[in-house]
């Protein structure tokens, strides 16, 4: 039996639609307080996104789906095996409109962020230097309150940034769900897992 990780909240409900769509599940799993459920012969665990790397390279679990920007930040050793085409969103600089200029033109900036190793490696390799607050949740809130002058997240419709009169300044990279994969799992587990990556695959 596969042990699969899958993230809580905005991408579960399109790892689940996938799942049923590529024939892996029969039926829906729904987000609740159980944390466990067997399925068609797969375990899930249902976890937070930035932990689905820390549960797939302990071997806790065979696989996961994973957005490539919580493996950007985390760094697991794991398989990235497939790029399942779902939860599409950049990875973006976003601040007040008239805070653009400065942006550019300055070697020290503040900034605050979900993603302070990819905020750091990506201002490192601009040579600029960055005071980075590392937050939770909210990170909009800190431009508008003098925290910082410039957030890095992950941006989706743009929705929440505009109802905060904040702008996308630098697109960093796109991210997209991948399945990944426990090392030792692909190697014991081999023709499991390439059957679940075929199903995956597949056009439905």
């Keep these: 039996m596969i042990k699969i ?10 790892s ?6 590529k024939g892996v599940i029969k ?13 068609n012969g797969f375990t899930f665990f249902l976890v937070k996104p930035f932990d689905v790397p820390v549960y797939v390279e302990s071997g806790v679990v065979d696989a996961g789906i994973c957005g490539y920007d919580v493996f950007l930040e985390r760094k697991p050793k794991v398989y990235r095996v497939l790029d399942l085409g779902i939860g599409f969103c950049k990875i973006a600089v976003a ?12 070697t020290h900036i503040t900034l605050a ?3 302070p ?20 949740g909210s990170v909009e809130l800190a431009p508008l309150v003098g925290l ?10 743009g929705k929440t940034l505009k109802e905060n009169g904040l702008v996308i300044i630098e697109e960093i990279t796109t991210s997209t769900a991948w399945l990944v994969v426990n090392k030792e799992s692909f190697r014991i587990k081999n023709e499991a897992i390439l059957e679940l990556i075929q199903k995956l695959k597949k056009e439905s």
């Design 148 to 157: 910082a002058e410039f957030i890095l997240d992950l941006v989706q419709t």
């Design 117 to 136: 190793s990819i905020a750091y490696e990506f201002f490192k390799s601009k040579g600029i230097k960055a005071t980075i607050y590392h937050l939770n």
């Design 95 to 106: 601040g007040k409109p008239e805070s653009k200029e400065k942006y550019f033109n300055s």
């Design 16 to 21: 689940v639609e996938l799942l049923l769509k």
């Design 113 to 115: 962020t979900k993603y």
């Design 5 to 14: 990780a899958l993230p809580k909240g905005r991408l579960f409900e399109e």
């Design 27 to 39: 039926e829906p799993l729904k987000e609740g307080r159980k944390l466990v459920v067997e399925k």
